[in-house]
């Protein structure tokens, strides 16, 4: 069974920058669409950033473009979320995700892994 293993998150200022990794263990990383998520508390769970299999192409949440970065390394089977300019709203657990079922998954449903999430916390 595929793992994700988020790391990169922690505490920074307004204004900061985090880069996030997503480990995966297995053979078939490169067959996996896969995507940032993030959830607020007493918020839902939603889409940062998404990536499609094979030859890459990207998404990301109205609320991030031009400071979120999604990017892959298949050969070493790791997503990559660099996050630039960040605001105390970005403040959130995220979480890596992969669909088996799509090249390009933008809808939560879609996606079949989940890591464990890693909390992100920005500073006013």
């Known amino acids: 069974q595929v793992q994700l293993v988020e790391s990169g998150g922690g505490l920074v200022q307004e204004g900061g920058s985090l880069r996030l990794s997503c480990a995966a263990s297995?053979?078939?990383?490169?067959?996996?669409?896969m995507g940032w998520f993030r959830q607020a508390p007493g918020k839902e769970r939603e889409l940062v950033a998404a990536?499609?299999?094979?030859?890459?192409?990207?998404s990301y949440a109205d609320s991030v473009k031009g400071r979120f970065t999604i990017s892959r390394d298949n050969a070493a089977k790791t997503l990559f979320l660099q996050m630039n300019s960040l605001k105390p709203e970005d403040t959130a657990v995220y979480y890596c995700a992969a669909s088996l079922r799509s090249n390009y998954a933008l809808f939560v449903s879609l996606y079949d892994l989940w890591g464990q999430g890693t909390q992100v916390t920005v500073s006013s």
């Open positions: 990536i499609s299999r094979g030859t890459p192409a990207t």
């Open positions: 297995g053979r078939t990383f490169s067959t996996y669409a």
